[in-house]
């Protein structure tokens, strides 16, 4: 089901651990994780070879068989016409929660530009309040609340949380087989991938809602004293950085 190694510093972290050598903080008894949400990985429709849009949640640990709750409570599908769950649920690294939109022709080839986002909101306070909006155009593809990453008795794991964490934006015309394999015949080189803007907005009332390293979530310090583990992309294990897991509660390694 999992390749995982684990969480690596959980709210179970011993509480001399040092932060941020060991522990990003803003204390070792506070969990931290690596969400990640997909505002569109491109795709072909290979039936009638239109585009479509994968928009994703990516999860962890993992549901049985990856099968998060589809229910309409947790989820929600605006025009099923046009949007399905993607058949794509994970593999022994992830578990993908996700929502396929077909996007037709007309934003391809330089003939137009398509808007993509998606609307986030955490609150702490309040985790019942979390969602993620994704959007297509001007109109919501699907969406899913905390239901749909609820406990599992049969996995044994607990309610993963909306993210509360900061997270950075990548893009990039990244190919992958294990996405979906390139179609080499009939694709023409140079690509490209025009981007004409990006926004982001913060909603009302919120502070430190646009910096990677706000008081609550501290990034800047953990990353810069785990430089290579950032900087080198064939490092892709802690172990291979040179990084071990800091003691844990939980397995009886804290004095």
């Known amino acids: 089901l999992s390749f995982l190694p684990g ?12 932060v941020p050598a060991d522990h990003p903080g803003p204390s ?4 931290r994780g690596a969400p990640e949400i997909d505002v569109i990985e491109a795709q072909i429709d290979t039936t ?21 709750d589809n ?3 947790a989820v929600n599908i605006t025009d099923k016409s046009i949007t399905k769950f993607n058949p794509f649920k994970g593999s022994i690294t992830q578990q993908a929660i996700s929502g396929v939109t077909q996007l ?9 530009f398509q808007k993509y986002g998606y609307e986030w909101w955490s609150n702490p306070g309040n985790r019942d309040e979390g969602y993620i909006s ?3 155009g001007n109109k919501t593809s699907w969406s899913l609340n905390p239901k749909a990453v609820g406990p599992e008795k049969k996995t044994e794991i607990s309610q993963r949380i909306i993210p509360e964490e900061p997270m950075s934006l990548v893009f990039n015309l990244g190919m992958s087989p294990g996405f979906q394999p390139a179609d080499f015949q009939n694709l023409v080189f140079p690509a490209r991938m025009l981007v004409d803007y990006v926004r982001i907005y913060q909603k ?14 501290p990034t800047s310090d953990y990353i810069q004293a785990h430089l290579n583990a950032y900087q080198n992309a064939n490092l892709t294990t802690w172990k291979q950085a040179g990084y071990s897991f800091p003691g844990n509660s939980l397995l009886g390694q804290c004095t």
């Open 104 to 112: 037709g022709t007309e934003a391809y080839g330089g003939k137009a």
């Open 134 to 136: 994704w959007y297509v």
């Open 28 to 31: 070792p008894s506070k969990g």
């Open 71 to 73: 229910s309409s409570s």
């Open 7 to 18: 969480q690596r510093v959980s709210a179970c972290t011993c509480a001399n651990t040092n």
């Open 48 to 68: 009638n070879r239109e585009g479509q849009a994968s928009q994703s949640f990516q999860v962890a640990p993992f549901n049985a068989l990856y099968q998060f």
């Open 204 to 217: 009302d009332g919120v502070e430190d809602g646009l910096t990677c390293n706000p008081k609550a979530y």
